[in-house]
């Protein structure tokens, strides 16, 4: 954590930026250039990198957007719901270039007829299938988690343990504020569908200042006042196509600033985005090459299939002389140039100030550019942070790409959907009707009353009518059997049907175990009795999967943990209020160094915590026990309470333990528990009493005479609360199909969830 106070003490600002970014001639202006060229070096070879890897995450996206029918379905069903005319359909159809296939015309090329068929190509999205069973399996682990990001210290002291839950709290104001579930809801969508996810923070901090009224408290008078609607750090979560990073060193080490030196994603935007944006630098200098261009011609797929076809970029006159120097053919955006495209990169840099000319600050720091094309610096600023951070599942870091959950279904899908156009095409083919008649043997307007009959449009698919001569048949020794034969189909076409059915649930039964996936995990039942040691293990084994791909994920969250904590506690400079209430007692909420807000009657006190980012500054452990391992506290609660129970038996030891200390043990119990709004504190009288050893022993006395009716009180209430928690966990079991989801803690604040009523019976006299 690099903290701005200081950076700036040692000249380290965002102006003293601005100055080497902007400059002209002198030192800053070769400085400036010196950067410029390692950025320009580092731009061009990362898109290119990015160009080049782009078909193995296209292959996804192609695969994840195929269409379930026919593109000539759309025109066919308005055409056959009455909503567009047969010319209207004709069109539609020649410019999908299958008119051919539905058209019939008459002998001088006229529109006759069009054959609606309702069977057509069908694609099947496998990917999106198994795809969203695993996000959906994963997100639901997080979703449902208040608060969202718990933090826990490193020590146990209620001071302690009071900051990290404040800090929950602030977090988790955050967490509504910049939709973090959502948003990680998509980077493990991404994670599957890519392998991997980056986030990046877009700056040091954002704020949203707005305005409002409120009363004078001396006047009464309405006054208008400024305040902080929002505050916090807005990740960014780029595709995979447009990440460019070091690659000398394995992109997961970014969570623990050991890997890349540097890294960014790029945009396409048009020119006037940025020269209409009064925050930029130098946005009437941004210069350009031949090469961006050049490379948004050579990967015109790529680049066709993410942007905008109509993209044009500034062309470079190159000379004769210079036109194998890269650096000499260079041009500046004009105001003509206001719709032409051009390259944005966040480039995220490691660089020490000291060293690299700066500032004085002799430590790396981590440098936020936002270079417009692919060397003009128009913003810049430090970070107080990592740059990123990165979750994958399943990936060898040894390796540039890996391939994904994805990549891994995409042959079958492709075999499925050949499997079941083969099917379809079988289905047409069994509507091809062919009657072979004797003509011999009937009249002509018998003959004539046939044909009319078979050309009706009441018939799915319009038959045929084959005469033949069956006189000259026998002639030739040849039996009318013979030619029913040729046209009798049906029972051929009926076998491959179901030879395609099968062949659909045999695929199907091999991806699931490929994939190391079940049926019952999908939520179907099995198509047999099986035993309860079976049923334990499919729940083990779907356990363990689900354990090992939220490993990325946790991974993943204790790095935005961090990034989130170090951002709120060196950049944010407004108080906070948070309803951290009856969890802890006023003496430790100010020995921890934060205000109280009361509220209520005396007999009923409510605390709200007031403070500052500073006192929220101490060492947590990011990664301890969160997301899908979170501890459950009820559980912790009856291991408490069963220890306090077996203390007070031994004699002595509720007179050696003294009051305060025991109202602590039970208050720590409360907490746990979940009675956020229910403790036990001792005023300066008992304090006081204590100290003088008066009366301390009639309350010992009376806690051991009690002790009964107050452990059962308790334990009424810890089985109150688990027995919500086991509700909700078969719940949601029973409607997820979810045999290794735990269960979420509660909401925080007591006015998302009513206490249970036990509390109420705790009642020390």
Known sequence: ??????????????????????????????????????????????????????????????????????????????????????????????????????????????????????????????????????????????????????????????????????????????????????????????????????????????????????????????????????????????????????????????????????????DIVRYGDIKGNPSTWNSDQISFTNSLATLYNTNSDFFGYYFKDDMAFPKVQDTFAMQNDRTAQVGIYASEDHDKGMFVTQMYMKVNPKRDGLGDYPHEVWLKLTVASDETVVFAEYLPSLPAVYGGINENDDRLANISVAHEIMPYQDQLTNILNSMLEQMKMSMFKIFAIDQDALDDDVKEYIKNALAEDTFYARPKALFYSGQKAADLGINNHDFIKVVDVQKELSAGINQSIQAILQLLNLVERLLILSPQELGQAAPREISATEVAEIANTTNSIYSFISEGIDDMRSAMKKV??????????????????????????????????????????????????ENLIYEYLFSARDGAERARDTQSAQVLGQLLMNLLQVPDMAQSLGRERIFNIFNEIFRLSGAHDLKLETDEMDQQQELENVGNDQFLAKIKEQWPQVLQAIQALVEAKAGEEDQQEGNLAEGEMEPGFTGAEPPSEPSQQAMSSPEQQVQLQ
Request: with cysteine; charged share 25%; proline share 3%.
């Open 564 to 613: 989130i904590y170090e951002h709120l506690v060196t950049c944010s400079s407004d108080n906070f209020v948070v309803p951290v209430r009856g969890r802890y007692s006023e003496e430790v909420i100010r020995e921890a160094g934060f205000d109280v807000e009361t509220s209520g009657h005396d007999s009923v006190m409510k605390r709200n915590v007031i403070g500052t980012p």
């Open 1 to 266: 954590m690099v903290n701005k106070d200081i950076l700036r003490k040692y000249g380290c600002t965002q102006e003293r930026l601005r100055e080497i970014f902007t400059a002209t001639d002198g030192a800053d202006a070769s400085l400036r250039q010196k950067f410029q060229d390692t950025i320009q070096s580092r731009i061009l070879e990362g898109i290119r990198s990015c160009a080049n890897q782009s078909k193995l995450f296209m292959s996804v996206d192609m695969a994840w957007d195929s269409i379930p029918i026919n593109k000539s379905t759309i025109p066919l069903l308005q055409y056959a719901q009455g909503k567009i005319t047969i010319d209207q359909c004709h069109d539609t159809l020649s410019d999908l270039d299958v008119s051919d296939k539905f058209c019939e015309y008459d002998d001088d090329g006229n529109l006759k007829n069009i054959n609606a068929l309702r069977l057509y190509e069908v694609s099947i999205n496998l990917i999106r299938s198994y795809v969203t069973r695993r996000v959906a399996a994963q997100s639901t682990r997080f979703s449902n988690l208040y608060p969202y990001f718990k933090y826990e210290p490193r020590s146990t002291t209620l001071t302690d343990k009071l900051r990290a839950d404040v800090l929950s709290q602030r977090v988790e104001i955050m967490v509504e504020q910049f939709g973090y579930r959502h948003q990680f809801e998509q980077i493990i969508r991404q994670m599957f569908m890519y392998g991997h996810s980056v986030a990046f923070p877009d700056s040091s901090w954002v704020e949203d200042i707005q305005w409002r009224m409120r009363k004078d408290d001396l006047t009464e008078e309405e006054i208008m006042e400024s305040y902080v609607e929002r505050g916090g750090v807005r990740f960014v979560t780029p595709h995979p196509t447009r990440v460019l990073r070091d690659t000398s060193r394995a992109l997961h080490d970014i969570n623990n600033d050991l890997g890349p030196e540097w890294i960014g994603y790029w």
